[in-house]
């Protein structure tokens, strides 16, 4: 067995140890001078990629608190990796019962989504560390209280549509938009580029279809290049978007064309094609790089996934410098000072917390096109959660 192998090896048996029941805590947690954080799997679990990419930073993370000589207020912190891949509101009760001040969690949308709208005053803190879908908004669209995401929402998409669109393009310029009238996150997002290219000074027309049907899709491309569309914004599902760019391809093979609303996955194949990634820039971060070396020293693991490594680093500074700026090592204290945090080390970056939307302030993100079956990075773009184009405060009913 290699070197490298058995650090790996001797690492999984530490998951295993650190992957604890629901009752099991270490004295330390149980006296009191040491700080309990829960750390919630990705949906591939703990012995994956993607959980190798989270456990040996956190553990790297912790030590680096731990090792300390005065730690965080001279106390430790303890980070419990949790087992399993089905959570509820039954686990955050269980984490309140348990004294646990925050939960970070890799999971995906499904087992958020469900912890968020559980989420109650007094609960742990709950910071999503991947997660751009999830609302931390209550149903007046206030964000609550202990809820924080460390990646920008998904309208940072619509966002980066304008923001392109307006440097590509001279004044007055026409965009034309397909969406589904019936799919309410696609037509939102669409509706939402609409009203920012008209702040832009561009002129917009959203083309619209009932369901995702593909046979008038050629029809469409018609229309819309008749309008004179200078550029295109597609919103709509993987099929539809690749039915519908072939057959505009057919009729136009110049016209640029921006999507929204898919997977990356979905349509790397169409060439030329554009969209954002707030992901892709922590690829090639040297500060991502040094990070891995560190971990590595520490652990003995490699790690596969940067963006991942990245954030995970980012989520326990995030709670770090929360617990040395709070009055009071409980939860409503933590979340009043992470709400505002400042300097939190996402590779290069240095983060600051927009207390309305718990989310980045300000965020890198990459205007990527597929090309030869990849994405190749453009423009960078630093966008905020607000402006022109942007998701939320757009009306339903907007024509």
Not at 44 to 73: C, F, H, M, R, T
Not at 241 to 247: D, L, V
Request: glycine share 8%; hydrophobic share 45%.
């Amino acid at each position: 067995m290699s070197f490298r192998s058995l650090g790996l090896a001797l690492f999984l048996l530490l998951l295993t140890a650190l992957s604890s029941t629901a009752t099991e805590v270490p004295r330390s947690v149980e006296e009191g001078w040491a700080w309990p954080i829960a750390v919630i799997p990705p949906s591939d679990g703990w012995d994956s990629p993607s959980g190798l990419s989270v456990a040996p930073v956190v553990e790297y993370a912790q030590g680096l608190v731990n090792d300390s000589i005065e730690g965080i207020k001279e106390h430790d912190v303890f980070f419990r990796l949790e087992s399993g891949d089905v959570f509820d509101s039954s686990d955050m009760a269980r984490w309140r019962k348990e004294g646990f001040l925050a939960v970070v969690s890799f999971a995906d949308e499904r087992v958020n989504r469900v912890l968020a709208d559980s989420w109650r005053q007094g609960d742990p803190v709950l910071l999503l560390a991947d997660d751009s879908s999830t609302a931390l908004r209550d149903e007046k669209e206030v964000v609550k209280a202990g809820l924080f995401a460390l990646d920008l929402h998904d309208s940072y998409v619509t966002r980066a549509a304008v923001e392109t669109a307006v440097s590509i393009l001279p004044p007055a310029s026409e965009v034309g938009l397909l969406s589904d009238r019936l799919a309410e996150y696609l037509s939102r997002g669409a509706r939402a580029v609409s009203r920012g290219l008209r702040e832009g000074g561009l002129n917009s027309q959203v083309f619209w279809v009932a369901g995702g049907g593909t046979d008038s899709f050629s029809m469409m491309a018609q229309e819309m290049l008749g309008f004179g569309s200078d550029m295109v914004v597609v919103w709509m599902t993987d099929m539809a978007a690749r039915e519908f760019y072939r057959q505009l391809r057919v009729l136009d093979g110049s016209v640029p064309v921006w999507s929204g609303g898919v997977s990356l996955d979905g349509i790397v194949g169409l060439e030329g094609i554009m969209t954002a990634d707030q992901d892709l820039p922590l690829r090639s971060d040297k500060a991502i790089k040094t990070l891995k070396t560190d971990v590595w020293d520490a652990t003995r693991v490699r790690v596969p996934d940067s963006p991942l490594a990245a954030k995970a680093y980012a989520c326990c500074q995030w709670v770090f410098q929360g617990l040395r700026d709070a009055e009071k090592a409980d939860s409503e204290h933590l979340a009043k000072v992470m709400a505002s945090t400042k300097g939190i080390p996402l590779g290069s970056e240095s983060l600051e917390i927009n207390p309305v939307t718990h989310r980045p302030s300000v965020k890198k993100v990459a205007v990527v096109r597929a090309k030869g079956g990849k994405w190749v990075q453009g423009e960078m773009l630093f966008l905020s959660e607000s402006g022109a184009g942007y998701y939320f405060g757009t009306p339903k009913d907007e024509r």
